[in-house]
């Protein structure tokens, strides 16, 4: 082939190759906003929008900080946009103020605009880091969709770093909620309940979703026994709770090796359903609460006397020199020298109760089988379990302080990756 033959293709080839390479930087680029706040939620782990505050309405300390008093005051009279604050993926980042179809002569410190948007940030270094963010190509896979924080606010969409960082401690049992999307809304009325519904995944990102209108929302089942009890929550399954826990790991191989969890009674324990309950102890016990975990019998299901057998008796036979078993009729206890109840277990033929903190107790099958829907049931007092310092402190106060807290999750089922969240939060006497 002569030089001639096959200068023209590959002159071809070079001068098309700029116009690929934009096009692909385009399709992999966050489109222009347009009024949209998804494109922004790849570069942030949390995004809360909520509406103004309006003439007379209280405004967040942050933005009075951030804003000058008559550009507040403006906002206040005439804004009819969400306002809404994210924080960025960048740990330590104080949050970003973000405000629509904000006045062209009211210049800000860190501030630039995006789309029909302005993002105020607290320092130059936050600001620069976001707009680098903002401007990285973003691959396919990355991309996240969550519908309501451009409809009616207020909204809410967190990631699984945000949720490790808010949950600390908690957050290995909080797999199902690993990334989420919530609408929320008052209910109004003398009760002033706040209602929120959505989706969340286990298996960022968060995409594909459909979403869940507020006449979707199913009512909440109350599980009785709160009377008694600071925290109840019931299951067909224990593998959204605990499934984690039991990936490959050390954890795994101290049960496999050393407590008698095979596999087969590992898939066993994983498919069981469940009632959990958090009981407040005595001040003179030596834990605050008692943990109770319930397997009750379920017709045509294995019985949990038989399955748990082996874990059981690898239990009694491997407690730590400090501690002994107690046996009487049904019931274990595991007490330590002074005699005082460390946990323990109980087998009959409603189920099996494992406890943690105080002697178990077979109320807690009382209620017989648990109900088949898929899916998790909450009912619990968050201001009575913040009472014992048990919530990690990084949770927003409102959920802290509220009385009440009442979720159900159900699982999905259309191959989506996304599971519905739905529930009710009563907001604490004299919150806003």
């Given at each position: 082939?002569g030089?001639?033959a096959?200068r023209?293709?590959?002159?071809?080839?070079?001068t098309?190759?700029?116009?690929?390479?934009?096009?692909?930087?385009?399709?992999?680029?966050?489109?222009?906003p347009?009024?949209s706040?998804?494109?922004l939620?790849?570069s942030?782990?949390?995004?809360q929008?909520?509406?103004?505050?309006?003439?007379?309405g209280?405004?967040?300390?942050?933005w009075?900080?951030r804003?000058?008093?008559?550009?507040?005051?403006?906002?206040?009279r005439?804004?009819?946009?969400p306002?809404?604050?994210?924080?960025?993926t960048?740990?330590?980042?104080?949050?970003f103020?973000i405000?629509?179809?904000?006045?062209?002569?009211?210049?800000?410190?860190?501030?630039f605009?995006?789309?029909?948007?302005?993002i105020?940030?607290?320092?130059?270094?936050?600001?620069?880091?976001?707009?680098?963010?903002?401007?990285?190509?973003?691959?396919?896979?990355?991309?996240?969709r969550?519908?309501?924080?451009?409809?009616?606010p207020?909204?809410l969409?967190?990631?699984?770093?945000?949720?490790?960082?808010?949950?600390g401690?908690?957050?290995?049992?909080?797999q199902?909620?690993?990334?989420?999307?919530?609408a929320l809304d008052?209910?109004?009325?003398?009760?002033r309940?706040?209602?929120?519904?959505?989706?969340v995944?286990?298996?960022?990102?968060?995409?594909?979703?459909?979403?869940m209108?507020?006449?979707?929302?199913?009512?909440i089942?109350?599980?009785?026994?709160?009377?008694q009890?600071?925290l109840?929550?019931?299951g067909?399954?224990?593998?959204?709770l605990?499934?984690?826990?039991?990936?490959?790991?050390?954890l795994?191989?101290?049960?496999?090796?050393?407590?008698g969890?095979?596999?087969?009674?590992?898939?066993?324990?994983?498919?069981s359903?469940?009632?959990?309950?958090?009981?407040?102890?005595?001040?003179?016990?030596?834990?605050?609460?008692t943990?109770?975990?319930?397997?009750?019998?379920?017709p045509?299901?294995?019985?949990?006397?038989r399955?748990?057998?082996?874990?059981?008796?690898?239990?009694?036979?491997?407690?730590?020199?400090?501690?002994?078993?107690?046996?009487?009729?049904?019931?274990?206890?595991?007490?330590?020298g002074?005699?005082?109840?460390?946990?323990?277990?109980?087998?009959?033929?409603?189920?099996?109760?494992?406890s943690?903190?105080?002697?178990p107790?077979?109320?807690?099958?009382?209620?017989?089988?648990?109900?088949?829907?898929?899916g998790?049931?909450?009912?619990?007092l968050?201001?009575?379990?913040?009472?014992?310092?048990?919530l990690?402190?990084?949770?927003?106060?409102?959920l802290r302080?509220?009385?009440?807290?009442q979720?159900?999750w159900s699982p999905?089922?259309?191959?989506?990756?996304?599971?519905?969240?739905?529930?009710?939060?009563?907001?604490?006497?004299?919150?806003?």
């Amino acid at each position: 082939m002569g030089a001639a033959a096959w200068r023209r293709p590959c002159s071809v080839v070079f001068t098309a190759l700029p116009f690929a390479i934009g096009a692909w930087l385009i399709r992999t680029t966050p489109a222009d906003p347009a009024g949209s706040l998804q494109p922004l939620l790849p570069s942030v782990v949390m995004l809360q929008t909520f509406p103004p505050p309006g003439r007379g309405g209280i405004v967040p300390s942050l933005w009075r900080e951030r804003l000058p008093p008559v550009l507040t005051e403006r906002l206040q009279r005439q804004s009819s946009s969400p306002w809404a604050q994210a924080w960025s993926t960048h740990s330590g980042t104080p949050p970003f103020l973000i405000v629509r179809d904000l006045p062209g002569r009211f210049p800000l410190r860190h501030s630039f605009r995006w789309g029909t948007y302005t993002i105020i940030a607290a320092d130059p270094l936050s600001l620069q880091t976001l707009r680098a963010d903002l401007k990285r190509p973003l691959a396919a896979g990355h991309r996240r969709r969550c519908p309501p924080v451009d409809g009616p606010p207020p909204a809410l969409f967190w990631s699984s770093d945000a949720l490790a960082s808010l949950a600390g401690p908690l957050a290995p049992l909080l797999q199902p909620w690993q990334e989420g999307c919530l609408a929320l809304d008052g209910t109004g009325g003398p009760d002033r309940r706040l209602r929120w519904s959505g989706q969340v995944t286990s298996q960022p990102p968060l995409n594909g979703a459909p979403e869940m209108s507020s006449d979707q929302t199913p009512p909440i089942p109350t599980i009785g026994g709160l009377n008694q009890t600071l925290l109840t929550m019931e299951g067909n399954s224990l593998e959204p709770l605990i499934g984690g826990l039991l990936r490959p790991g050390p954890l795994l191989n101290e049960l496999r090796q050393n407590h008698g969890l095979s596999a087969p009674l590992e898939r066993q324990l994983l498919a069981s359903p469940f009632r959990l309950s958090l009981r407040a102890n005595r001040a003179d016990a030596p834990y605050r609460v008692t943990l109770l975990l319930a397997l009750p019998t379920q017709p045509g299901s294995p019985a949990p006397t038989r399955t748990l057998a082996p874990l059981l008796a690898a239990l009694g036979r491997d407690l730590p020199d400090d501690l002994r078993l107690l046996q009487e009729a049904d019931v274990s206890r595991v007490v330590d020298g002074s005699d005082q109840v460390r946990g323990g277990w109980l087998q009959n033929d409603r189920g099996v109760v494992l406890s943690l903190g105080g002697p178990p107790d077979k109320t807690t099958l009382a209620a017989g089988p648990v109900r088949q829907a898929k899916g998790l049931h909450l009912d619990a007092l968050p201001a009575a379990l913040e009472g014992l310092q048990l919530l990690p402190p990084a949770l927003p106060e409102t959920l802290r302080r509220s009385p009440r807290l009442q979720a159900v999750w159900s699982p999905e089922n259309t191959g989506s990756g996304a599971a519905q969240f739905w529930g009710w939060l009563t907001p604490a006497a004299g919150s806003p």
